[in-house]
């Protein structure tokens, strides 16, 4: 990525995805209005991705008590993620949709795509309501993500966007001490 993604818009894309058991398709505009997790992974039927997905699906029903729709994305198309779903207990506990991104547009778009291996590196993404990323964290394909620093990252983000001059510091948690920024606090943190 030459320049952040962080506070521009998502841009348009289409898909299909696999999702509650059927075929469904998706959009940039499924979106709009409420708060989105995207979560890029390389490939199904692989090592690493489906202990995150796993562990993404276990925190699941919090984000949506959040207001949070998750959306898994790889660059297998649908039908793949309906046969790893079918095949694989972990992958089974997912609820939310999963992308397929056969053609790599979506990938592109956040940046993440590898273009020699035709995969997507391990992005995650934190979108607000009115499309603009406030959270993107890339790793390594070796390197695993956890869903509990996500959500914890998910409710520092709203409590930004619902608190005006008022910041998160880090490790913060719901309840805990937050930050105005200020000339009186120059120095003295």
Known sequence: MSQSLINTKILPFNATAYHNGEFVPVSDKDLAGKWAVVMFYPADFTFVCPTELGDLADYYDRLQALGVEVYSVSTDTHFTHKAWHDASETIKKIKFPMIGDPTGRISRNFGVMIEEEGLALRGTFVI????????????????????????????????????????????????????????DLVGKI
């Not at 959270?135 to 956890?146: F, Q």
């Not at 608190?163 to 913060?172: L, S």
């Open 128 to 183: 607000n309501p009115e499309g603009e990323i406030k959270v993107a964290e890339v790793h390594d394909l070796g390197i695993g993500r956890s869903a509990a620093e996500l959500f914890r990252k998910v409710q520092a983000a709203q409590y930004v966007a619902s608190h005006d001059g008022e910041v998160c510091p880090a490790k913060w948690q719901p309840g805990e001490e937050t930050l105005s920024p200020s000339l």
